[in-house]
DNA sequence: ACGCCTACCTGCTTGC
DNA sequence: TGCAAGCAGGTAGGCG
């Protein structure tokens, strides 16, 4: 489900509506949800009582800043939700974690296809953010008694919404990189919060071919690719995310971004500049729309 | 580095 | 109607 308008939008809502609060219990109903390798009572027994001082995002995982300065790490991967519910709500039986606040009301974690993850970190180590190389050989390590919270991102790409985020800096890592432009856009290692379907609207509005290699890419492209990759989030979270079937805010209602798409789950619509028939191909396992007019195919290449 | 495969899960849609 | 196949906002791990 989630990308980075759709984490941010959550992130935003319950900032709103639990900073401050404090979790009385938390129920398990799904021990997979906690992330390995803390088993699901110990994370009931040490997240109650926590006061929740401060909600953000990093890529596409929720951050519950906690007010011992732990962190509690909501990744929805798919179908995953946080949702705030008043007393009287009646249950969820999607809720796979249901956190009991003081003032009676709850924060459900609602996740049909059980894929998203929770972790809890000690304090301190968040801001060693980096690009760094290799996400998966600096994992965080099962067993290490000690771990922590920066290292989950370590290997986590820029966040294309910061200053930092330059069109130089894009140029630089595109520079380097053979891949096709779809497989890097949703690489989190090369940059992180975009999935499928921001993906797929930053490349049509680029007019760039989703197969294109990276390093082929003349100046004005890349020029063209940083600002609808901004362009596609910032619009993203604007209109609260786009929901097809799971998604919905910490609110419980469902953004209004998916009307807006122009690609996406469009197969054989019109393209809104040409008119001609959006195309589906499969491109890394994942489907992928774009107008075959607008983003010219890359010419094959028997050069070596 | 790159690309492909399988797993993890459940529900909805499509086609015969 | 029933039933199987295909599809879904993501990612981890394995292989060549």
Same mark, same amino acid.
């Not at 990093?58 to 300065?69: E, P």
């Not at 606040?101 to 459900?108: I, K, N, Q, Y």
């Not at 619509?269 to 489907?287: D, E, L, N, T, W």
């Given at each position: 489900?989630?990308?980075?308008?759709?984490?941010?939008?959550?992130?935003?809502d319950? =900032?709103?509506?639990?900073?401050?609060?404090?979790? *009385?219990?938390?129920t398990? $109903? +799904?021990?997979?949800? !906690?992330r390995?390798?803390?088993?699901?009572?110990r994370?009931?027994? #040490? !997240?109650?009582?926590? &006061?929740? @001082? @401060?909600?953000?995002? *990093?890529a596409?995982?929720?951050? /519950? $800043?906690?007010?011992?300065?732990?962190?509690?790490?909501?990744?929805? @991967?798919?179908?995953?939700?946080?949702?705030?519910?008043?007393?009287?709500?009646?249950?969820?039986?999607?809720?796979?974690?249901?956190?009991?606040?003081?003032?009676?009301?709850?924060? @459900?974690?609602?996740?049909?296809?059980k894929?998203?993850?929770?972790?809890l +970190?000690p304090?301190?180590?968040?801001?060693?953010?980096?690009?760094?190389?290799?996400?998966r &050989?600096r994992?965080?390590?099962?067993? =290490?008694?000690?771990?922590?919270?920066?290292?989950?991102?370590?290997? $986590?790409?820029?966040?294309?919404?910061t200053? %930092?985020?330059? %069109?130089?800096?894009?140029?630089?890592?595109?520079?380097?990189?053979?891949?096709?432009?779809?497989?890097? /856009?949703?690489?989190? &290692?090369?940059?992180?919060?975009?999935?499928?379907?921001?993906?797929?609207?930053? /490349? +049509?509005?680029?007019?760039l071919?989703?197969?294109?290699?990276?390093?082929?890419?003349?100046?004005a #492209? !890349?020029r063209?690719? $940083?600002?609808t990759?901004? =362009?596609?989030?910032?619009?993203?979270?604007?209109?609260?995310? %786009?929901?097809? %079937?799971?998604?919905?805010?910490?609110?419980?209602?469902?953004?209004?971004?998916? #009307?807006?798409?122009?690609?996406? *789950?469009?197969?054989?619509?019109p393209?809104?500049?040409?008119?001609?028939?959006?195309?589906? !191909?499969v491109?890394? =396992?994942?489907?992928?729309?774009?107008?075959?007019?607008?983003?010219?195919?890359?010419?094959?290449?028997?050069?070596?």
């Amino acid at each position: 489900m989630p990308e980075l308008p759709e984490v941010e939008t959550v992130a935003r809502d319950l =900032q709103r509506l639990v900073a401050g609060a404090t979790i *009385r219990d938390a129920t398990v $109903h +799904w021990d997979r949800t !906690i992330r390995h390798p803390m088993p699901a009572e110990r994370f009931a027994a #040490e !997240i109650a009582g926590a &006061s929740i @001082r @401060r909600v953000d995002r *990093r890529a596409k995982t929720v951050l /519950l $800043h906690l007010a011992d300065g732990r962190v509690m790490t909501v990744a929805l @991967r798919m179908t995953g939700a946080l949702i705030v519910a008043d007393p009287g709500t009646p249950p969820d039986p999607y809720a796979r974690i249901v956190f009991a606040l003081e003032d009676g009301r709850e924060l @459900r974690y609602r996740d049909v296809r059980k894929f998203g993850r929770i972790g809890l +970190w000690p304090g301190g180590g968040l801001r060693s953010v980096g690009a760094g190389r290799g996400a998966r &050989s600096r994992r965080v390590e099962e067993g =290490q008694r000690r771990y922590r919270i920066g290292e989950v991102f370590s290997g $986590h790409g820029p966040e294309p919404l910061t200053r %930092s985020f330059t %069109s130089a800096r894009f140029a630089e890592r595109l520079s380097r990189r053979s891949a096709k432009l779809k497989t890097l /856009l949703l690489d989190q &290692s090369f940059i992180s919060g975009v999935g499928n379907i921001y993906a797929d609207e930053a /490349l +049509w509005r680029a007019r760039l071919h989703p197969l294109r290699a990276a390093d082929t890419l003349d100046p004005a #492209e !890349i020029r063209r690719l $940083h600002r609808t990759v901004r =362009q596609v989030l910032r619009e993203g979270i604007v209109n609260r995310g %786009s929901s097809f %079937s799971d998604y919905v805010g910490a609110d419980g209602e469902p953004g209004a971004n998916a #009307e807006r798409l122009a690609v996406y *789950r469009r197969t054989d619509q019109p393209c809104y500049r040409c008119g001609r028939r959006i195309q589906r !191909i499969v491109v890394g =396992q994942r489907s992928t729309h774009f107008c075959p007019h607008c983003q010219r195919e890359p010419v094959a290449s028997d050069e070596p």
